[in-house]
T-cell receptor, first 115, second 113 residues
Framework: GAVVSQHPSRVICKSGTSVKIECRSLDFQATTMFWYRQFPKQSLMLMATSNEGSKATYEQGVEKDKFLINHASLTLSTLTVTSAHPEDSSFYIC???????????FGPGTRLLVL | GENVEQHPSTLSVQEGDSAVIKCTYSDSASNYFPWYKQELGKRPQLIIDIRSNVGEKKDQRIAVTLNKTAKHFSLHITETQPEDSAVYFCAAGVTGGGNKLTFGTGTQLKVEL
């Protein structure tokens, strides 16, 4: 299957700083990538849909100025958590869709801890 | 928007037994239903999916059934093995345009020896 990488795998930062998470499709070009947030023992909550070359589409309740998404190329989407606070601590996971297929392939996730 | 409910939240079976996980969805426009398996601390992995033009799909020990009229779909795992222990998520989405998925709340499956 298609391979999606995510970096970093784990990050600890101080409150008020910004953190950038990268999501890459390694062996295919992804026009659409998705960003999810997952709390312990809970489901995957879609935050936004990232489309290459256009603005991301955010789900209701997700602050676009707080979670900046950039999809500048067909293999890279980034999520920046701006002015992070302890309540932003979570597992952030991206997925990418292979063109002309419905399947979403997930990255390994990034565990963010804001102190 | 779409709402997906999943039951049970936890399921414990003996090795060799069958496991069934059920999901319901609300949006009649949904026509794509994947199932993902997530082991602790790892990424979700697609294990099987079904589209609304078929009622059942099977892949070795795993099968999925879909009832469009009732808006529910189920995952069936036969001859369970310890390595089947994981969290399973169902999801629903619409093919084309956006392709976003709405996930169920997950089922923690434990296969006991």
């Amino acid at each position: 299957g298609a391979v999606v990488s995510q970096h970093p795998s784990r990050v600890i930062c101080k409150s008020g700083t910004s953190v950038k998470i990268e999501c890459r499709s390694l062996d295919f070009q992804a026009t659409t990538m998705f960003w999810y947030r997952q709390f312990p023992k809970q489901s995957l909550m879609l935050m936004a849909t990232s489309n290459e070359g256009s603005k991301a589409t955010y789900e209701q309740g997700v602050e676009k100025d707080k979670f900046l998404i950039n999809h500048a190329s067909l293999t890279l989407s980034t999520l920046t958590v701006t002015s992070a606070h302890p309540e932003d601590s979570s597992f952030y996971i991206c997925s990418a869709r292979v063109p002309y297929e419905e399947t979403q392939y997930f990255g390994p996730g990034t565990r963010l801890l804001v102190l | 928007g779409e709402n997906v409910e999943q039951h049970p939240s936890t399921l414990s079976v003996q090795e060799g037994d069958s496991a069934v996980i059920k999901c319901t969805y609300s949006d009649s426009a949904s026509n794509y239903f994947p199932w993902y398996k997530q082991e602790l601390g790892k990424r979700p992995q697609l294990i099987i999916d079904i589209r609304s033009n078929v009622g059942e799909k099977k892949d070795q020990r795993i099968a999925v059934t879909l009832n469009k009229t009732a808006k529910h779909f189920s995952l069936h795992i036969t001859e369970t093995q310890p390595e089947d222990s994981a969290v399973y998520f169902c999801a629903a989405g619409v093919t084309g345009g956006g392709n976003k998925l709405t996930f169920g709340t997950g089922t923690q499956l434990k296969v006991e020896l």
